[in-house]
């Protein structure tokens, strides 16, 4: 795995990152994430923010599965 600098962005920002990066997942997927609790997100107002190991680690091991049903 490569290191980086990028740690935490907004969802659009982890998702830019993360295509450029080679991995193939929607901004979509990454919001819906969010929302059923899969991926921690702090929020500032309405904006979250994600950890892009998290995502990573969703993306590598899939989600749980009894919310993958």
Known sequence: ?????FATGTIRQVHRHLT????HVSEYAIR???KLGIIPAAYSG???YVSVSNVR???DNGTPALIAS
């Not at 795995?1 to 600098?5: G, L, N, V, Y």
């Not at 450029?20 to 991995?23: E, I, K, N, S």
């Open 20 to 23: 450029d990066t080679g991995y």
């Open 32 to 34: 819906r994430w969010v």
């Open 1 to 5: 795995m490569e290191t980086s600098a």
């Open 46 to 48: 309405s904006t979250a």
């Open 57 to 59: 680690r969703i993306l």
